[in-house]
């Protein structure tokens, strides 16, 4: 059960932040709550006390049901009554508030049917099995979905565990946290008369979770009022002084907004577009984030324009007759129609600047939009049910899944994982704490929702689960990515995954996971193996020192640079110039039929280039004069190649067989020390046909494991 107070620090209710075609009085729950208990209603009729919940109800549906409503109340106050608040109220006023701010949303008849009930099973003898008897099995799922578990059952871990089974109820029926949300809402309305210590923990829990999830469900509406009376509780002080900027400003003669709000109405209405026009207060937790941003704050920072309109085309509309007839602030511009957020806000932003220099901060949306912001998924009633041919029209197939939204998935997924109620509710915090989602695309077309922030390790363990312990590194936009890479919007990511089942993660990559799939995959792994070497890492390092530590293959053998002219009969160019010897470069490393071009060098020698090379371009600039070169009939030739991979366990036996498969012989090997996953190979071969080479850098880049394959290519010297 929960008190009731009235907070001196509340806002305005929320039967206020939608607008209405007609308005309706505030209602004091107070009064209806005694009124109800007067005596028995009736049933063939609808009690009273809820006239004004079916009223509410019947603006959003106007041919709905009531006959559940009556039967809900019925049970919902015949089983409270006796129960009081430590307001002093009767306890029914509680669930006929909650009740109330639903129906004010537009949630539908289940909704609001399990909201009248919500507390019967937990505080009173009606049983889940009398609910789902007398309601069905949807009304039972979402009563079951909020009732608390026993502290005497689970004792400190009755919270975190009873935000466990509500997520997991969520996650079939969005409906639960819904009813949840409203639910502290009216608590934190009514959290007056608790001992402050108590009130302070109770907001700290609705600062850290409830919140952030209000927002992720896109329940505007409610989120604006709990930061409102969060902030109230917690910064009281900053509060008190954010109230009495709004009320100094409240008083001022002169309102910016009211005059830019007359000038677009003028400018709409010489355009022929059909637009409400709106000022829109900022909450007090806008307010103060405002005046902590931008210091001494104008009539403008109080508020914004909003601007509705009916279709969707209209709002471009609006947007360029704003920007044409007035000044706009083109920085300030985001498209949120075209692009919608991930908990389905859809809106234009911009902004124009008053004459005095202030600038005024422009919503533009249709009347569905702005249903949708207020309300979130409660405004999209049960979103379960088949879609309407309206329904279908508007949202023309492209609007996010409301049933189970990406951020929610996720979370259910690595809940499965937490070994305890702390590693859970803490993780769970930590999660909600990030108040951005971006979308990646995998290569086949398909999408990746991930934290703002999240890495290329973070989208292996969504893509993945535990199988992502193999993976070996990601292509970004087609370009090669360290795991540890910070993704953003829009990147196309594709993920190497390794072919051998005992492949290990790398203790590194805690590093850089920030999801809790990612952590909690690896923390567990970890665990579960203890003492055990650094993954992938240290397997490619003790590879590296094996190759490092062998003797050479064969005197007289080239160091990395590229081609050596000794050894069994290279490629031969010829040079047109008689009796000149003959270098290819080790900085290109040509090879037939490479396109080649020579350059004479102290003592009669000209060295033999690539034409692409980056020396070619020095000696040009610095005046040197080219020979001409071309390739002789041997086409057998010696060529270093690099092979650039990510480590796994027998990578170097796997490139060795592919490359001696192709007929060519290696005539010296090394491999470098692993660097964040990734390894480099330098292999100079001898091939028996210069044809060959590019089968066989192929061939080397379908090992597993290999990213890319080139030709040695080192930066040019001066001296030649």
Same mark, same amino acid.
């Not at 850290?208 to 952030?212: A, E, K, N, T």
């Not at 989602?437 to 995998?442: F, G, K, L, M, P």
């Not at 061939?699 to 040019?716: E, F, I, K, L």
């Given at each position: 059960?929960?008190a009731?107070?009235?907070n001196?620090?509340?806002?305005?209710?929320?039967?206020?932040?939608?607008?209405?075609?007609?308005?309706r009085?505030r209602?004091d729950l107070r009064?209806?709550?005694?009124?109800?208990?007067?005596?028995?209603?009736?049933?063939?009729?609808?009690?009273?006390?809820?006239?004004?919940?079916?009223?509410?109800h019947?603006?959003?549906?106007?041919?709905?049901?009531?006959?559940?409503?009556?039967?809900?109340?019925?049970?919902?106050?015949s089983?409270?009554?006796?129960?009081?608040?430590?307001?002093?109220?009767?306890?029914?006023?509680?669930?006929?508030?909650v009740?109330?701010?639903?129906?004010?949303l537009?949630a539908?008849?289940t909704?609001?049917?399990?909201?009248?009930?919500?507390?019967?099973?937990?505080?009173? =003898? #009606? @049983?889940?099995?009398?609910? *789902?008897?007398?309601?069905? +099995?949807?009304?039972?799922?979402? &009563?079951?979905?909020?009732?608390?578990?026993?502290?005497?059952?689970?004792?400190?871990?009755?919270?975190p565990?009873?935000?466990?089974?509500?997520?997991v109820?969520?996650?079939s029926?969005?409906?639960v946290m819904?009813?949840?949300?409203a639910?502290?809402?009216?608590?934190?309305?009514t959290l007056?008369?608790?001992?402050?210590?108590k009130?302070a923990?109770?907001?700290k829990?609705?600062r850290?979770?409830?919140?952030?999830l209000?927002?992720?469900?896109?329940?505007q509406?409610?989120?604006?009022?709990?930061?409102?009376?969060?902030?109230?509780?917690?910064h009281?002080?900053?509060?008190d002084?954010?109230?009495?900027?709004?009320?100094?400003?409240?008083?001022?003669?002169?309102?910016?907004?009211? =005059? #830019? @709000?007359?000038?677009?109405? *003028?400018?709409?209405?010489? +355009?022929?577009?059909?637009?409400? &026009?709106l000022?829109?207060?900022?909450?007090?937790?806008?307010?103060?984030?405002?005046?902590?941003?931008?210091?001494?704050?104008?009539?403008?920072d109080f508020?914004?324009?909003?601007?509705?309109?009916?279709?969707?085309?209209d709002?471009?509309?609006?947007?360029?007759?704003?920007?044409t007839?007035?000044?706009p602030?083109?920085?300030?511009?985001k498209?949120?129609?075209?692009?919608?957020?991930?908990?389905l806000?859809?809106?234009l932003?911009?902004?124009?600047?008053?004459?005095?220099?202030?600038?005024?901060?422009?919503l533009?949306?249709?009347h569905?939009?702005h249903?949708?912001?207020?309300?979130?998924?409660?405004?999209l009633?049960?979103?379960y049910?088949?879609?309407?041919?309206?329904?279908q029209?508007?949202?023309?197939?492209?609007?996010?899944?409301?049933?189970?939204?990406?951020?929610?998935?996720?979370l259910?997924?690595?809940?499965?994982?937490?070994?305890?109620?702390?590693?859970?509710w803490?993780?769970?915090?930590?999660?909600?704490a990030?108040?951005r989602?971006?979308?990646?695309?995998?290569?086949?077309?398909?999408t990746?929702?991930?934290?703002?922030?999240?890495?290329?390790?973070?989208?292996?363990?969504?893509?993945?689960?535990?199988?992502?312990?193999?993976?070996?590194?990601a292509?970004?936009?087609g370009?090669?990515a360290?795991?540890?890479?910070?993704?953003k919007?829009g990147?196309?990511v594709?993920?190497?995954?390794?072919?051998d089942?005992?492949?290990?993660?790398?203790?590194?990559?805690?590093?850089?996971?920030?999801?809790?799939?990612?952590?909690?995959?690896i923390?567990?792994w970890?665990?579960?193996h203890?003492g055990?070497?650094?993954?992938?890492?240290?397997?490619?390092?003790?590879g590296?020192?094996?190759?490092r530590?062998a003797?050479?293959?064969?005197?007289g053998?080239?160091?990395?640079?590229?081609?050596?002219?000794?050894?069994?009969?290279?490629a031969?160019?010829?040079?047109?110039?008689p009796?000149a010897t003959?270098?290819?470069?080790?900085?290109?490393?040509?090879?037939?039929?490479d396109?080649v071009?020579g350059?004479?060098?102290?003592?009669?020698?000209?060295?033999?280039?690539r034409?692409?090379?980056?020396a070619?371009?020095?000696?040009?600039?610095?005046?040197?004069?080219?020979?001409?070169?071309?390739?002789?009939?041997?086409?057998?030739c010696r060529v270093?190649?690099?092979?650039?991979?990510?480590?796994?366990?027998?990578?170097?036996?796997d490139?060795t067989?592919?490359?001696?498969?192709?007929?060519?012989e290696?005539?010296?090997?090394?491999?470098?020390?692993p660097?964040q996953?990734?390894?480099?190979?330098?292999y100079t071969?001898?091939?028996?046909d210069a044809?060959?080479?590019?089968?066989?850098?192929r061939?080397?880049?379908?090992?597993?494991?290999?990213?890319?394959?080139?030709?040695?290519?080192?930066?040019?010297t001066?001296?030649?």
């Open positions: 059960m929960s009731e107070a009235t001196p620090a509340t806002p305005g209710p929320v039967t206020n932040t939608v607008p209405r075609r007609k308005a009085p209602i009064r209806l709550g005694r009124a109800a208990l007067l005596g028995p209603t009736a049933r063939d009729r609808l009690p009273d006390a809820i006239g004004h919940v079916a009223e509410a019947r603006a959003h549906y106007p041919d709905a049901d009531l006959e559940p409503l009556r039967r809900a109340w019925v049970l919902a106050e089983s409270h009554r006796g129960q009081m608040r430590k307001s002093g109220e009767p306890y029914i006023t509680h669930p006929l508030a009740t109330l701010i639903l129906a004010e537009g539908e008849t909704t609001l049917t399990a909201s009248l009930l919500h507390d019967t099973v937990e505080d009173t =003898e #009606v @049983t889940l099995d009398q609910v *789902g008897k007398e309601f069905g +099995a949807e009304v039972r799922y979402l &009563v079951d979905g909020v009732t608390k578990l026993e502290k005497v059952d689970y004792g400190a871990a009755a919270e565990e009873t935000f466990r089974k509500m997520l109820a969520t996650g029926d969005v409906r819904s009813i949840k949300l639910d502290r809402l009216h608590n934190m309305r007056g008369v608790m001992r402050p210590e009130q923990r109770i907001a829990v609705t850290d979770v409830l919140i952030p209000a927002e992720r469900l896109g329940v509406a409610l989120k604006t009022e709990l930061e409102d009376l969060v902030f109230a509780i917690l009281p002080e900053e509060y002084h954010t109230r009495e900027l709004i009320v100094d400003n409240a008083s001022r003669a002169d309102d910016p907004l009211a =005059e #830019v @709000t007359d000038e677009v109405r *003028g400018v709409l209405r010489d +355009a022929g577009i059909q637009a409400e &026009v000022i829109r207060p900022r909450h007090f937790v806008s307010v103060h984030r405002v005046a902590r941003k931008r210091g001494r704050l104008r009539g403008a508020g914004r324009l909003l601007v509705l309109v009916n279709e969707d085309a709002c471009y509309g609006v947007l360029g007759e704003l920007h007839c007035l000044k602030v083109v920085s300030e511009f498209d949120f129609i075209a692009v919608p957020k991930f908990n806000y859809q809106s932003h911009t902004a124009v600047a008053h004459t005095d220099g202030q600038v005024v901060e422009v533009i949306r249709t569905q939009m249903k949708v912001a207020e309300a979130g998924v409660i405004a009633g049960n979103p049910a088949p879609p309407s041919e309206e329904q029209a508007a949202s023309d197939g492209e609007r996010a899944d409301p049933t189970r939204p990406g951020w929610l998935s996720r259910l997924d690595w809940q499965e994982g937490a070994p305890d109620p702390d590693t859970f803490s993780t769970l915090r930590e999660d909600l990030q108040d989602e971006i979308t990646v695309y995998r290569p086949d077309g398909g990746l929702g991930l934290p703002d922030g999240a890495t290329c390790v973070d989208a292996a363990y969504a893509q993945y689960g535990e199988d992502a312990h193999a993976c070996i590194g292509r970004v936009n370009r090669l360290t795991l540890s890479t910070v993704l919007d990147d196309t594709q993920l190497l995954m390794g072919q089942p005992a492949s290990e993660p790398s203790r590194e990559w805690l590093e850089h996971a920030h999801t809790p799939a990612a952590r909690i995959a923390q567990r970890i665990a579960a203890p055990t070497g650094d993954g992938q890492g240290a397997e490619a390092n003790e590296a020192q094996s190759v530590s003797p050479p293959a064969s005197e053998t080239p160091d990395t640079a590229g081609i050596s002219n000794t050894g069994d009969a290279p031969t160019p010829v040079v047109d110039q009796g003959v270098r290819l470069a080790g900085c290109c490393t040509p090879v037939p039929p396109e071009t350059f004479s060098v102290r003592g009669g020698v000209v060295t033999v280039h034409v692409e090379c980056s070619v371009a020095h000696m040009k600039g610095v005046g040197r004069a080219e020979v001409g070169v071309r390739w002789g009939d041997t086409t057998e270093t190649l690099v092979a650039e991979s990510f480590g796994r366990p027998h990578l170097l036996a490139l067989e592919a490359i001696a498969l192709e007929g060519a290696i005539v010296s090997a090394t491999v470098e020390p660097t996953q990734r390894v480099r190979h330098t071969l001898q091939l028996p044809a060959h080479l590019l089968t066989l850098m061939a080397m880049r379908n090992v597993p494991g290999v990213y890319d394959v080139s030709r040695a290519q080192h930066h040019h001066t001296a030649l």
